[in-house]
């Protein structure tokens, strides 16, 4: 791995941990977010001549913590209002020299505040979710804004608008109790799990797979798991991850190209995480007569793992699971999932109904798992010139090299076949 590279992946690692460690004592996200991105630069600068040290950890913090203990002593006001900042430099300033001492810190704590702030119910939901993607994840605005299928621009106003509403309401860096903790707890799920669908099929990029994220997403799941362990939302979500983070292995080839679910050799997935993932999913579900969106995609993740070949698969309890998560969270990318699930266990005329009803869905538009799925339709019905024209357009559409490369050598070959 080249200087950059290493540097990027300590960056991934890091970024998270640092800017929760600098926003409990800064007390600001925005500014949190801009003082760790400031010793990245100055990584970028040092490390590929002076080499990378022993502890990158130590030296972003340390140099993280003089960067703000500088910014705060030059600027003693914020946002052009007339109060000072409520930072102790005396204390900020003792902490510096005994840096490994705050690397043994909770920092998981810290990370689950950060969540929690960023997912604060004084934000639009919208806003909760594309920040703390940010801050957490380490994504790009282009990358949260394809898992929302959105513009880019309208993600970068709303993480704007979302760290001034928080600098401007002085809002308390912890983690909520009671009834405050569930009224944010479905945007902090949605983020945690939208930060691991983005490392499961990255939107853009070389790479089919970024398991940094996914592996990311894992340990907050689990942290949340921790936090709460009699909510079955949560322990639904880590179940649902540990399942899909079972098939990692399986869904690339030795040159990195994707290989899709019922194509995969089931016998390199870690069965180790299925039977974890199959436990916690059986034991949440004594929890609740009521299973909400994240267990029920658990239970239908379940049916793919508990079968040893493709052809065992119960796609007709799939078909019912996606029926019964269309009326507890009804969506555009639920309805797709729908379609395959339909086809797969009624045929695809049958799916083809419900993805046709989905042509005119405006949150669609700029996506390719509609003609993907639309393809894979027509091409079991038969009809392979028209599957070949929506593969390509699927392949115009992705921003992932791999699956661009897939959708095309789909289009060739039922073209070629037909």
Known sequence: MTTSGAIEAVWRIEQPKLTARLNRLLRDIGLAEEIAQDAFVLALERWPRDGIPRNPAAWLTRAAKNKAIDR???????AGKNREFAIDF???ERETPDIESLLDEDIDDDLLRLIFTACHPVLPPEQRAA????????????EIGRAFLLPETTIGQRIVRAKRTLR???????TP?????????????EVVYLIFNEGYVATQGPHWLRADLCGEALRLGRSLAALLPQEPEVLGLLA????????????????GNPILLLD????????????????????????TTMP?????????AACHSRAVVAAETDWIAIAAYYQALALAAPSPIVEINRAVAAGMAFGAAHGLVIADALKDEPRLKESHLLPTVRGDLLEKLGRGAEAGVEFRRAAEMTGNNRERALLLARADAVVSRT
Request: net charge positive; charged share 25%.
């Open 131 to 142: 920040l703390a993607l940010r801050l957490l994840g380490g994504l790009s605005t282009q």
């Open 90 to 92: 005396a204390a900020l």
């Open 292 to 300: 909400g969106p994240y267990l029920l995609q658990a239970m239908i």
């Open 72 to 78: 705060l002593r030059r600027t003693t006001l914020i």
């Open 240 to 255: 649902l991850m540990e399942l899909h983070a079972s098939r990692f292995a399986a869904r690339t080839d030795e040159a």
């Open 168 to 174: 401007e309401a002085g809002l308390e860096f912890e």
């Open 264 to 287: 995969q050799d089931r016998s390199r997935w870690n069965w180790s995480l299925i039977r974890s993932g199959l436990d916690r999913l059986n034991r949440t579900l004594l929890l």
């Open 177 to 189: 109790r009671g009834d405050e903790r569930r009224e944010r707890l479905a945007a902090v799920l």
